[in-house]
């Protein structure tokens, strides 16, 4: 069994910052690729940001020069640090690791006001 776990989400105003972190637990042999989506209210579950075994990146156009993933495989980890945040970034932030299967978290909501 695999657990996910997302933490960092919150309130922050426009222009803001915020580092959401990802840590994954249980019997993990080997994490392939590690990433992260957002689903905003109304709206599908879309690809923000994503990080390979080898740390190959790869960002929606949406967010690149804003968001940077980062990931410690010493401790299972994955980040994502979010800078000049706009309110169209407000939406619930799900990590996803993937090993044999894809394992998600419960998400994270990150709110962006004026």
């Known amino acids: 069994q695999v657990q996910v776990v997302e933490s960092g989400g919150g309130l922050v105003q426009a222009g803001g910052s915020l580092r959401l972190s990802c840590a994954a637990s249980?019997?993990?042999?080997?994490?392939?690729?590690m990433g992260w989506f957002r689903q905003a209210p109304g709206k599908q579950r879309e690809f923000v940001a994503g990080?390979?075994?080898?740390?190959?990146?790869n960002y929606a156009d949406s967010v690149k020069g804003r968001f940077t993933i980062s990931r410690d495989n010493a401790k299972n980890t994955v980040y994502l640090q979010m800078n000049r945040l706009k309110p169209e970034d407000t939406a619930v932030y799900y990590c996803?690791?993937?090993?044999?299967?894809?394992?998600w978290g419960k998400g994270t909501l990150v709110t962006v006001s004026l």
């Open positions: 249980g019997s993990i042999f080997s994490i392939n690729a």
């Open positions: 990080i390979g075994s080898g740390g190959y990146t």
């Open positions: 996803r690791i993937t090993t044999a299967v894809d394992y």
